[in-house]
């Protein structure tokens, strides 16, 4: 009896063995986190395996690559792929564009959307309001600290921005009423029910991140991960990007 139990539990580690073997294991920056749960359950039949994705900021994802973690491929802003090209992380022939997301504005659900549309309004929003927020290792942390310089009120926001190292509490800061006003990629707020959309950065702020994917230099998958980057960036997935705030590549 002993000896068939044991037989039976080497059975069984063999038969999942195999299945975590066959894994597609993605790095994914959180502004593109939402399309990419969207997909998954297409891109695992579109490549017969299953997906394993971990999401976080495109700055953290970039160390863990950096680090020597094991993986298949990573979706990030196109600046931090082309540095891991560059650095021999990344199969510079499998970069392919992915999408572009611009830098938006929320404030809790039901409350008055203020006046973003021009630099003067956006300047009197932010010295309004009593707390406002946006994510420390955000990929548009840079853009929105420029605009408060060229603005020239940094110095009159700092002491009232809360900048979380975790990704999602800017959005639950302003659903929880910590914070007034939250500014991050729109596909990174129109997840959160308890927040609404403002728009967009006046134009003379604007910058729209632009995200790219690229296969592992030494990924254990390498053809399905192909695979998968491929049907991603082909005009089935499409309608998905444009209804999570993105526009497709």
Request: charged share 25%.
């Amino acid at each position: 009896m002993r000896i068939n139990v044991i037989a039976a539990l080497a059975a069984a580690m063999a038969f999942q063995a195999p299945a975590k073997d066959n894994e597609v294991r993605l790095f994914v920056s959180n502004g593109v986190k939402a399309v990419m749960e969207e997909l998954k359950p297409q891109c695992e039949r579109t490549i017969g395996r299953p997906v394993v994705m971990e999401f976080g900021p495109t700055a953290a994802l970039k160390r863990r690559i950096e680090a020597g973690e094991a993986f298949d491929a990573a979706f990030l802003t196109m600046e931090a792929i082309d540095s891991l090209i560059q650095e021999g992380k990344l199969a510079s022939g499998t970069r392919a564009i992915v999408g572009r997301a611009a830098i938006g504005v929320a404030v809790r659900m039901g409350a008055p959307k203020p006046d973003i549309k021009t630099p003067e309004g956006m300047k009197q929003t932010l010295l309004k309001m009593n707390s406002i927020t946006y994510a420390k290792e955000g990929a548009s942390r840079a853009d929105i600290d420029k605009m408060m310089d060229r603005l020239g009120i940094a110095a009159d926001v700092k002491s009232k921005t809360l900048l979380p190292e975790e990704s999602g509490q800017p959005q639950r800061n302003v659903e929880q009423g910590k914070s007034d006003l939250v500014m991050t990629l729109i596909p990174e707020i129109l997840p959160y029910h308890g927040i609404q959309l403002v728009g967009p950065l006046p134009p003379e702020f604007q910058n729209v991140q632009t995200f790219a994917a690229s296969v592992a230099a030494k990924a254990d998958n390498a053809e399905a991960a192909k695979a998968l980057i491929k049907f991603v960036t082909g005009p089935t997935a499409a309608p998905t990007f444009k209804a999570k705030g993105m526009e497709a590549h």
